[in-house]
């Protein structure tokens, strides 16, 4: 599990980031995480799993590729997801004044990376 503890410390090393972790896209179970203080892990990755397994049978029955990012915003930050293989995602909870696209770029090379 290095590729996905390298992938935890390059998300969480850009600002505003408050934790990151991977995920089961199917079910939402944590693979591995890195959260700061007061970050609710497990709910983030059962949004995300669920969102991210929805929108990748949503594609797949119209006749699309799946997302490979996903954002959530809401009023005090947003949920990051990225597409990894064998069924996991790469999840960050950012805060408003996160830089979500080095965010973006930094998920995206990294999700490539996890196995």
Do not use: Y
Request: charged residues 25%.
């Amino acid at each position: 599990m290095t590729d996905a503890r390298t992938a935890l410390d390059r998300v969480t090393r850009v600002a505003g980031v408050r934790g990151a972790l991977v995920a089961s896209a199917g079910d939402g179970l944590v693979i591995a995480e890195q959260l700061m203080d007061g970050v609710d892990g497990r709910a983030a990755a059962a949004l995300a799993g669920s969102l991210v397994g929805r929108l990748v049978r949503t594609a797949d029955g119209a006749g699309r590729r799946p997302p490979t990012f996903v954002q959530l915003r809401a009023e005090r930050g947003s949920i990051l997801a990225a597409l990894c293989r064998q069924d996991l995602v790469l999840i960050a909870v950012v805060g408003p004044d996160a830089n979500v696209g080095l965010a973006r770029l930094e998920m995206l090379d990294a999700a490539s990376r996890v196995a």
